[in-house]
């Protein structure tokens, strides 16, 4: 039987589960008033930030799941809806896992959501990813067929990946896409990226600040650029279409390993000769 403290919210930090694919009981009668007031005050900002910013894939996914102000969405309300439309479901872990459980969960259209909030003086920054930044941001993407594709396909190929020991080239193209991604979408730039449209300062700096380079995504550049893990990025890479995904759902990555096999990395805020440029960043903000 798990360890009745699974049950408990907010566990992080060396906790590891009984079960090996470390999910724990969501346990949603036990969230208190003062964690759903947290996610209330987190839904409520957020929703007023994305307006005109997010793509549209990530608004009609929203739309249709049971994710409002009222209270932390249960995770077996959601699943019923994403199993219909995608084929995925919710399953809660106490934070983040080790990478074999992660992909395996993608390889199998599990998606692992932190069941912890954050505590109210964090309502900026929390560095280890909790339910909001896991419901709200990553799960209305997953209503969309080519990022339900791309997810589990990237969870197949992290599993190869890290026997062949190239998971910091795949990591990245993760890192540019589902996190921190921009697209292309009518007449400017949005964003699906769920590290951007659960913060609420980055959904701002993402599109408007002057300092971050933003550049048309090319999978071997993304695969050789560094990230930060920090702070603001220095730099963003735009996808042509939401359903570019379904491309690198579809690609044998093995021969793109093999195309930058010795090739520097590149820092995240250059620019190269052949990159197509949206907007050369000034870089004044990580200059301070």
Known sequence: MLDQTAAKHGIVGGYVPERPDWTIPQDWAAYTASEHGVWRTLFERQMQRIKGRACAAYMDGLSQLPITADAIPDFDELSEVLQRRTGWTVVAVPG?????????????????????????????????????????????????????????????????????????????????????GLVEEGEGVRIFGAGILSSFTETAFALESPSPNRIGFDLKRVMRTTYRIDDFQEGYFVLPSVDALMEFAQTDFGPVYAAIEGLPDLTPGRIEPDDRVFHAGTGEYHML
Do not use: C, S
């Open 96 to 180: 983040m896992v080790p990478n074999d459980v992660f992909f395996n969960h993608l390889a199998n259209r599990r998606f692992p959501a932190g069941q912890f909030i954050r505590t109210p003086d964090q309502l900026d920054y929390l560095q280890e990813p909790d339910v909001f930044h896991d419901l709200f941001g990553h799960v209305p993407m997953m209503m969309n067929p080519a990022m339900a594709d791309f997810m589990q396909a990237y969870g197949e190929g992290g599993l190869r990946a890290e026997k062949l020991g190239v998971l910091d080239r795949l990591a990245r193209l993760y890192w540019y896409t589902v996190e921190f």
